[in-house]
Every structure is written in C-alpha cells, then in structure tokens.
C-alpha cells in the first residue's frame, strides 16, 4: 500500500483477494514494473501479492521474513501464480522507468 500511494494508487483494497480485481488483468508475459502479481498460497483463493520489479523478480513481504525479492520463475511461486493486474497510470509508469 506504502509504494501504491507513491504512485497516487490511493484506493486500493486491503486484501489481497479484492486487489486481484482492481486495474487491467496483464499476461504473465507482459509484465511491466509496478504491475500487481497475486499467488495462492493458502486454500484455494488469492492470499498473496507482489510488485513485479522487471527480470522476473517482485518484491512481497512475509509475517515470518519480512520484506523480500524473488522470482517468479523458483518452483514455490511458479505453481502458486494466479494472475496479475495493472493499476499503475501510464504517467505513472513512465516516471517509475526514467
């Protein structure tokens, strides 16, 4: 939520779950930095996110190890990828990439 506010994305929700249905969803393939990406990690629903950093990483954070990068592509996230959304404005964007 603290880097979603520094791009003016102010009214995303809480959770995890209700994030995943904000913004444009976005092919894993076409990532872009600051694109949403969402895992299930517990049960059968979305239960986890990321910030898609480029180079197949993102950062998340953890209650058990705190702030993280990973990448996509090591088995636990690879089996548990869900989907992604973009909220971030293109104006936005373009300043996150100069």
Wanted: charged residues 30%; aromatic residues 10%.
């Amino acid at each position: 939520m603290y880097i979603m506010g520094k791009f003016n994305v102010d009214n995303l929700p809480r959770t995890s779950e209700t994030q995943a249905k904000e913004g444009i969803a976005v092919a894993k393939e076409d990532l872009q930095l600051g694109d949403l990406v969402f895992f299930n990690t517990i049960s059968n629903k979305i239960s986890h996110a990321g910030i898609y950093l480029g180079d197949d990483q993102f950062a998340h954070s953890s209650s058990s190890k705190g702030v993280r990068i990973s990448k996509l592509s090591e088995s636990y996230y690879k089996d548990r990828y869900v989907t992604a959304r973009r909220v971030v404005d293109e104006k936005s964007y373009l300043k996150m990439i100069e």
